[in-house]
């Protein structure tokens, strides 16, 4: 994560969003044990919301975050932004093989 989170970012905000990004892996470590102790209102409880977040992180990366395989990292924000609205290469192969499929219906 930590590396992603560097690609995405300028050089003058690197930093910065370095540390968020800590910051929030530090909630979700301090959040784990009281998901945990929610085995007590129901033994699969804790499954189900460990499954949500999980389910919501990977959903929330493929359709908010853009492809930085070979891409420079970005030096000012004009660049994060041009990079951040180019469409997703995960998006494309989806919409791609949804029209394939219904070309063949």
């Known amino acids: 994560g930590y590396i992603f989170t560097l690609e995405l970012f300028p050089t003058l905000y690197r930093t910065t969003a370095l540390v968020m990004a800590s910051a929030a892996a ?3 470590s301090l959040s784990s044990p009281l998901i945990a102790m929610l085995s007590v209102v129901h033994p699969v409880l ?24 070979n891409m ?10 041009t990079l951040a609205s180019s ?11 949804k029209i394939k ?4 219906h």
Do not use: D, M
């Open 72 to 81: 420079n990292f970005t030096e000012t924000l004009e660049e994060s932004e």
């Open 101 to 104: 499929q219904s070309s063949h």
């Open 26 to 28: 530090r909630v979700g």
């Open 46 to 69: 804790p499954l189900g919301v460990y499954g949500a977040i999980v389910l919501a992180a990977g959903v929330s990366s493929i359709l908010l975050w853009p492809e930085t395989l």
């Open 87 to 97: 469409p997703n290469t995960w998006l494309k192969c989806a919409s791609k093989n």
